[in-house]
């Protein structure tokens, strides 16, 4: 089972990515950003989860982790499954690796997108008008989730490297540079 960690701050390119992974190597795309999203905006749990998210917090590890199980448990049969936004923390990455060892699998890899500070601050604007995601066009909310992104999760990196996990790939270039590098990373990982 290939289960790859697709990491890196708010407008790396996670998504875009995610989508050609899938396609490639026939995974399941879990992004907690969208899954979170399409809560049921009138439940507990989605006013909750927003409560934090709308000012560009971290939803609590408890929650998101259930959260995460529980989309997790809806493709018994995948080949794999990419990870894109968990873990966020270390206690996530903890709570991923428990839970896929109780499935008699794990993390096969970290592929880590670096891309610069300013560079995240131009794709997110830019991302803000394409799709209309007010988190991403408001810069106070924008620098909040870079700081989160570098206090809370960028040290996740340094957990999946102590495993001898981690991949990091240059998040700076054209989208089909991107994807090669990746693609590579995972082929030589394989």
Known sequence: MLNIVLFGPPGAGKGTQADRLKEKY???????????????PESD????????????DLVPDDITIKILESEVTKYPNAKGVIYDGFPRTTGQAKA???FLAAKGTS?????????????????????????????DANPI?????????????????????????????????????ITKSLFDSIEITK
Do not use: C, W
């Not at 795309?29 to 809560?39: C, E, K, M, N, P």
């Not at 670096?114 to 131009?122: F, I, S, Y």
């Not at 909040?144 to 495993?163: E, F, H, L, M, W």
């Open 45 to 56: 749990l989605a006013k909750l989860a927003k409560s934090y998210s709308d000012k560009g």
């Open 141 to 177: 909310i924008i620098q909040n989730r870079i700081n989160t992104y570098n206090k809370s999760t960028a040290p996740v990196a340094d957990y999946y490297k102590g495993q001898g996990k981690l991949i990091d790939i240059n998040g700076v270039g054209s989208i089909g540079d």
């Open 26 to 40: 026939d995974l399941v795309h879990i992004s907690t950003g969208d899954v979170f999203r399409a809560l049921d």
């Open 96 to 98: 991923l690796d428990l």
């Open 107 to 135: 993390v096969t890899m970290m592929l880590s997108l670096v891309v610069p500070e300013d560079e995240l601050k131009t794709r997110l604007i830019g991302r803000a008008k394409d799709s209309g995601r007010e988190d």
